[in-house]
């Protein structure tokens, strides 16, 4: 499993492919990663990181949205 990079999710922007975006508020609290476990995965800093995938359709990632009690995920544009 990988984490997506700024370039990989360059190019599925260019695809016009939504991809989520985790900022530095994230409190690791976990909700995302209960709700969409094959996006979101915390790191070793106990911080949400998005897993690499060539689409998110279809994992609930705007109920991961949101459920983020501080607004750390947005979809980038
Ligand atoms: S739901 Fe929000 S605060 Fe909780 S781990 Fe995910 S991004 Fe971080």
Do not use: H
């Amino acid at each position: 499993m990988s984490i997506i990079t700024d370039q990989q999710a360059q190019k599925l922007r260019e695809a016009w492919i939504g991809v989520p975006y985790v900022n530095e508020t994230c409190i690791g609290c976990s909700a995302c990663v209960a709700i969409s476990p094959d996006v979101f995965e915390l790191n070793d800093e106990g911080k949400s990181e998005v897993i690499e995938l060539e689409s998110y359709e279809g994992f609930d990632v705007d109920d991961s949205i949101a459920a983020c009690p501080v607004d750390a995920i947005s979809w980038r544009e």
